[in-house]
T-cell receptor, first 112, second 113 residues
Framework: NAGVTQTPKFRVLKTGQSMTLLCAQD?????MYWYRQDPGMGLRLIHY???????AKGEVPDGYNVSRLKKQNFLLGLESAAPSQTSVYFC???????????FGPGTRLTVL | KQEVTQIPAALSVPEGENLVLNCSFTDSAIYNLQWFRQDPGKGLTSLLL?????REQTSGRLNASLDKSSGRSTLYIAASQPGDSATYLC????????????FGTGTRLQVTL
């Protein structure tokens, strides 16, 4: 099992550009999450999904959109990137919401 | 607001020492608490999960405890090794929002030879 994988690993964008981050899991988990990690602020939840076709807002959802068209995939979109979105983005999944979360390796995004 | 705090932000200990990492949370209506390890440039690896009905969990040299009344959790690492050097994060989920984790900012541990 590959677990949770994220694509790409690194990306540099210019302000105003758009991009999509892909998260895939092969553990048949229902729940998937997107976090961002910034120095001194810990991990903050952006959006999450409790099953295929569902999405919900987390703590810091502004400027991001998500989609969960397939159970194994969770996409995070930035429509118009801003320097404040420079961060490391982590995807996670869990069997149910109260179970252990399994994390991907992260995507390091820089917005110039 | 539900908050999770970890103090100190960094800790250095000599190899072989037993150590305790601290985590505190502001809401006693905790559902569960998880401890994670993060190596530089890597993702998070789950170490232990304690349900609110439990007082502790053990895995190898690691022991995590949970005291809801005082709003505290500790991660005890026995006989520390240089390979234990990493950042340790605790995260709590609370009743009513049990599927969402609130993370602390972590304690960066260095175990020296």
């Amino acid at each position: 099992n590959a677990g949770v994988t994220q694509t790409p690993k690194f990306r540099v964008l210019k302000t105003g550009q758009s991009m999509t981050l892909l998260c895939a899991q092969d553990m048949n988990h229902e729940y998937m999450y997107w976090y961002r990690q910034d120095p001194g602020m810990g991990l903050r939840l952006i959006h999450y999904s409790v099953g295929e076709g569902t999405t919900a807002k987390g703590e810091v959802p502004d400027g991001y959109n998500v989609s969960r068209l397939k159970k194994q995939n969770f996409l995070l979109g930035l429509e118009s990137a801003a320097p404040s979105q420079t961060s490391v983005y982590f995807c996670a999944s869990s069997y149910e919401g109260v179970h252990t979360q399994y994390f991907g390796p992260g995507t390091r995004l820089t917005v110039l | 607001k539900q908050e999770v705090t970890q103090i100190p932000a960094a800790l250095s200990v000599p190899e072989g020492e037993n150590l305790v990492l601290n985590c505190s949370f502001t809401d006693s209506a905790i559902y569960n608490l998880q401890w994670f390890r993060q190596d530089p440039g890597k993702g998070l690896t789950s170490l232990l999960l304690i349900q609110s009905s439990q007082r502790e969990q053990t895995s190898g040299r690691l022991n995590a405890s949970l005291d809801k009344s005082s709003g505290r959790s500790t991660l005890y690492i026995a006989a520390s090794q240089p390979g234990d050097s990493a950042t340790y994060l605790c995260a709590a989920s609370f009743t009513g929002t049990a599927s969402k984790l609130t993370f602390g900012t972590g304690t960066r541990l260095q175990v020296t030879l």
